[in-house]
């Protein structure tokens, strides 16, 4: 009866498995503009425009007229706890 159960299970699984949709899962972007630090952190967009201009906000680098920021600089950023109003 066991066997069975297990049997039914593994067929079950398989079945499932392929009527799943092959979803992609987003991949985050090694730079970020400052509008998606504002949608990942909470930051204003002033708030971040005040702290690149005393530079006391995450690091950033500017390409062009674009102002970037690396991923793991503002998780780092988060992380340490280095907001300040």
Excluded: H
């Amino acid at each position: 009866m066991i066997e069975c159960i297990d049997e039914l299970a593994a067929v079950v699984a398989a079945r499932v498995i392929e009527a799943l949709p092959r979803v992609r899962f987003p991949i985050t972007p090694e730079y970020l503009s400052a509008d998606q630090v504002t949608q990942m952190t909470g930051f204003s967009p002033k708030w971040l425009e005040a702290r690149r201009a005393d530079r006391s906000g995450p690091p950033y680098i500017k390409i062009g007229n674009n102002v970037r920021y690396r991923t793991s600089d503002v998780r780092a950023f988060m992380e340490a706890g280095e907001v300040t109003e």
